[in-house]
């Protein structure tokens, strides 16, 4: 499955739910890496939708984890660049979202994983995409 194609279409679903919202999203940066804030509006559901995706597929996984995983480089002088982790309040008030949406579960001292309703949503997006897709190109007929 594109992971493009999943996010995009899961970020629309979560516009549509009440996913809370902090009032800081317009002006913040994502991380010590990034030069400016992101330029999309909607930004805040395609992370949110990122997170879920991600949660599902290296799960159990912690906040310092997905730090890292969003992290990018960061330009010092001449050399080249270091690696600097994205954050932490984003992701932890999107992962704490998703919670209140139901979608993700904390498992004790080992992480975030995607609960049985989170998981039933990514798995319906996911088989009704690759139908959409298998109808334009007959090749992929095998997987559904």
Not at 27 to 32: A, D, I, P, R
Not at 105 to 110: A, P, R
Not at 124 to 144: C, D, W
Request: proline fraction near 6%.
């Amino acid at each position: 499955m594109p992971a493009d194609v999943l996010i995009g279409r899961l970020a629309e679903i979560l516009k549509k739910e009440e996913l809370p919202r902090p009032d800081w999203v317009p002006f913040v940066k994502t991380g010590v890496h990034a030069d400016k804030p992101p330029q999309d509006r909607a930004w805040w559901h395609t992370r949110c939708a990122s997170l879920m995706r991600k949660i599902y597929l290296h799960g159990p996984i912690g906040i310092n984890g997905l730090r890292s995983e969003y992290g990018g480089g960061k330009p010092r002088g001449y050399g080249a660049a270091n690696h600097r982790k994205a954050g932490g309040a984003i992701i932890r008030n999107a992962v704490h979202g998703l919670e209140k949406l139901g979608y993700i579960e904390k498992l004790d001292k080992k992480g975030r994983i995607v609960s049985r309703q989170g998981m039933q949503k990514l798995d319906r997006l996911s088989t009704e995409i690759l139908g959409e897709m298998a109808a334009t190109n007959p090749q992929l007929k095998v997987y559904s």
